[in-house]
């Protein structure tokens, strides 16, 4: 039941970030600036190799990194879409991906994640210690089928 509550509360979200217009989170001088949202530090990005290499650079100022690719060819993919809950199963956090790399700064705690790119969503849980080790998550996603709009369940035929 709790699944399905969650991926109900992912497909309204993800709903609602299709509407929202996602500035880019570059400065003017085109240097990449991290996001705050509810505390949390954020970078996403990572598009073209100038960028990606930019973001690998930062890497270390982050303490949790997702690196996103497709299944099949380990190419970069973009437009996934990031829910974070606490442990009290809020949402702290919701992202929609502008490219490869997800970076955040996360306080000391246990989370889940659920993350989806296009059909599939995937869980995952993420426990940062005080230690200072970063933790590094390669997530691999199969294609998105050619004409697809990204959901689950498909319009009803008539």
């Known amino acids: 039941m ?4 969650a991926t109900c509360c992912l497909l309204l979200s993800t709903a609602v970030l299709a ?3 996602v500035a880019m ?8 600036r991290p996001r705050q949202l509810n505390g949390i530090s954020y970078l996403s990005g990572g598009i073209g190799s100038d960028e990606a290499a930019a973001m690998r650079g930062m890497a ?8 996103f690719v497709d299944s099949t060819d380990n190419s970069s993919l973009s437009d996934v879409t ?10 702290i956090l919701l992202v929609l991906s502008e490219g490869p790399y997800l970076y955040m700064n996360l306080p000391q705690g246990t989370y889940r994640a659920l993350i989806r790119y296009g059909g599939v969503i ?3 849980s993420i426990t940062v210690t005080g230690s200072g080790a970063g933790i590094d998550l390669l ?5 998105m089928p ?3 709009n990204g959901l689950i369940a498909g319009a009803p035929r008539r």
Do not use: C
């Open 146 to 148: 050619a004409g697809s």
């Open 82 to 91: 990031v829910t974070l809950f606490n442990a009290r199963r809020e949402i």
């Open 60 to 67: 270390k100022q982050f303490n949790v990194r997702m690196h």
């Open 25 to 32: 989170a570059t400065s003017p001088d085109g240097a990449l």
């Open 2 to 5: 709790r699944t399905f509550i």
């Open 139 to 143: 997530l691999r996603f199969p294609p």
């Open 122 to 124: 995937v869980g995952q």
């Open 19 to 21: 509407d929202v217009n």
